[in-house]
């Protein structure tokens, strides 16, 4: 379960850090640089069968005991009841094997989440629109095949707003068996841009909440995509998903599973985070304010979450971009704590181990988001480390240090895969010269037994070359 021990250096001893239970495994304990707070990534809990991870921190004020515990991100396990409706499209535009791979896609859901509370109903539209079968067919009859096995394909326009529309006035409706108190629940697919025109107030009005799956070649345009974003819930974001393929359905359960069961176990449409979450939490201490990173958060896109006392309510922020350049990127991987002798900086800077890093402007009230850079080079993992660094100790940050310990560029020759960069921080001035210095690790140097490359300080910037790389194989024991 993951455990913290205070150590005594002169003495060469460590006794255990008791800490308050908690519901749930806590594991993945990690220091933040400030020494008042310590983080573990792996808060984990099962509800109703599917595994939520979240981070939890503890907060010591002066002393080791009783500290403060924090859970950004952490949602209860809620028992709650969904309607879930399938608006699929029946339009022309889309053959036979791929208006098969629609419906095999419904079974599939289906079948993986039959013994769930979630209840299902089907809606075919094109011209027309259809009830294929609604909440009180699917509750004297529970197989999805036979539900689905009479569907006849329409093959005409794609009046979307109309089919939408019909959902929320026609299906959500206790006629048809939709309950009273639940989460209900809209999943679009299609395969083109509407047909017809209107909106989807009735939707909005009855608080259901839309998905939706555009596929195919007719969302590459940034115009389609956003035209589909005006069907879906917000953040859009989470709510548009685009595949390219008809074929990609058959890998889009698990994604689509954890944002139901995100829904079904809060009753509410827009959490902080999925059910995978787990939180960095190299935490900034900034005016009396925590950030933390949430890797997990948006799909893997990560993010942060900003906490201002106990009373108020948690921030979060996301991506800077909905890009493909952005998803997987985990944001908020790797936000450098400020050394205890310094001030803290004056914003939170957010790692991205898959491309890039932005920081955001924590001013009361701005929401200015600032692009700082994005690596060069594929899977060099640029961004995965950061460090600020005071050259000249007058407290504000003069070097942003950014790692990219997969590249290949840098450290000894003959070393490839040397993993320099891999660890960086800011040291006092080691050669007297008045300036702050910074030490490198390369991990994996000089057969796997390490180096570390220091490079001196010089008028608030650092010498490109380093002044020395002492080498483990060169290192006594002790010294």
């Given at each position: ?87 699929f499209d029946g339009s022309g535009s889309m053959n036979p094997d791929q208006f098969k791979a629609i419906k095999d896609f419904m079974i599939e859901v289906m079948e993986k989440l039959g013994n769930s509370t979630i209840r299902f109903a089907a809606v075919q539209f094109s011209l027309n629109v259809k009830t294929e079968f609604d909440f009180n067919d699917y509750e004297r009859n529970r197989n999805p095949r036979e539900l689905l096995r009479k569907v006849v394909h329409m093959t005409s326009l ?152 106990s009373q108020a309510p948690e921030t979060f922020i996301g991506s800077p971009s909905a890009s493909e350049q952005i998803k997987d990127a985990y944001l908020g991987m790797l936000p450098p704590a400020p050394r205890a002798s310094q001030p803290a900086p004056a914003s939170p800077i957010c790692g991205v181990g898959r491309g890039g890093h932005f920081c955001k402007d924590p001013s009361p009230g701005t929401e200015m988001r600032l692009p700082l850079g994005w690596g060069t080079g594929i899977g ?100």
């Open positions: 379960t993951g455990e913290l021990y205070q150590c005594a250096v002169k003495k060469g001893s460590c006794q255990p850090i008791p800490l308050p239970g908690g519901s749930g495994e806590k594991s993945g304990w990690q220091g933040t640089g400030a020494p008042d707070r310590a983080c573990g990534s792996g808060l984990s809990r099962t509800c109703d069968g599917n595994q939520y991870l979240s981070g939890i921190c503890y907060l010591f004020k002066g002393h080791l005991e009783q500290p403060k515990e924090m859970t950004p991100g952490f949602e209860k396990c809620l028992k709650g009841n969904v309607d879930l409706v399938f608006l794609t009046h979307t707003f109309k089919a939408i529309n019909y959902v929320a006035n026609q299906v959500f409706t206790p006629e048809r068996g939709a309950r009273e108190d639940v989460t209900r629940v809209m999943i679009i697919i299609t395969d083109g841009d509407p047909t017809d025109s209107g909106n989807v107030n009735a939707a909005k009005e009855k608080n259901i909440v839309r998905y939706i799956i555009g596929i195919g070649n007719n969302f590459h345009r940034n115009e389609s995509q956003a035209f589909l974003a005006r069907f879906a819930s917000e953040p859009t974001s989470q709510f548009v998903k685009v595949l390219d393929s008809f074929e990609k359905l058959k890998g889009l359960f698990s994604e689509l599973q954890a944002k139901i069961y995100a829904i079904e176990g809060t009753g509410a449409p827009h959490s902080l985070c999925p059910p995978l979450c787990p939180m960095v939490c190299l935490s900034l201490p900034l005016q009396e304010r925590v950030v933390l990173g949430a890797v997990g958060a948006d799909d893997w896109a990560g993010g942060l979450i900003e906490l201002r006392g060099s993992y640029f961004g995965s480390v950061l460090c600020s660094v005071d050259v000249d100790g007058d407290g504000d940050t003069d070097v942003l240090l950014v790692g990219a310990p997969l590249g290949v560029s840098l450290g000894a020759l003959g070393n490839p895969l040397g993993r320099f960069g891999a660890a960086i921080t800011a040291l006092a001035d080691l050669n007297g010269d008045g300036w702050a210095d910074v030490a490198v690790g390369a991990p994996l140097e000089s057969a796997e037994h390490g180096a570390v490359y220091i490079y001196n300080g010089h008028q608030r910037e650092l010498n490109t070359h380093y002044s020395q790389p002492p080498r483990a194989t060169k290192v006594r024991d002790g010294g």
